[in-house]
Nanobody, 124 residues
Framework: QVQLVESGGGLVQAGGSLRLSCAAS????????MGWFRQAPGKEREFVAT????????YYADSVKGRSTISRGNPKNTVYLQMNSLKPEDTAVYYC?????????????????WGQGTQVTVSS
């Protein structure tokens, strides 16, 4: 089992950047595919990005592609989401998740463990 804690959210102006961190405890996150999701008020949780166990493969939602980078960090029990050129529509609670499955799943049901989320607010 793994416990996930997100950090790095906050209030930023449109066009700004944030780096979200996901720190894991328990079993190493190297054993899991990792992903980021977000949920805006009144909307369903949506996929943002995922990274393979090796860190060599990534996949992004079209809404963030070219503006965001998911990576496995050092220490290795950390996963990051670097977000640039932020837009007001990026405002949401961002969740880190871990999946035992291989591949690059984009469906939330494929993920087994979730953090509590970190709020990102982008002002116009």
């Amino acid at each position: 089992q793994v416990q996930l804690v997100e950090s790095g959210g906050g209030l930023v102006q449109a066009g700004g950047s944030l780096r979200l961190s996901c720190a894991a405890s328990g079993r190493t996150v190297m054993a899991y595919t990792m992903g980021w999701f977000r949920q805006a008020p009144g909307k369903e949780r949506e996929f943002v990005a995922t990274v393979s166990r090796s860190g060599e493969s990534t996949y992004y939602a079209d809404s963030v592609k070219g503006r965001s980078t998911i990576s496995r960090g050092n220490p290795k029990n950390t996963v990051y989401l670097q977000m640039n050129s932020l837009k007001p529509e990026d405002t949401a609670v961002y969740y880190c998740a871990a999946a035992r499955t291989v591949g690059l799943p984009t469906n939330a049901v494929a993920y087994d463990y979730w953090g509590q989320g970190t709020q990102v607010t982008v002002s116009s």
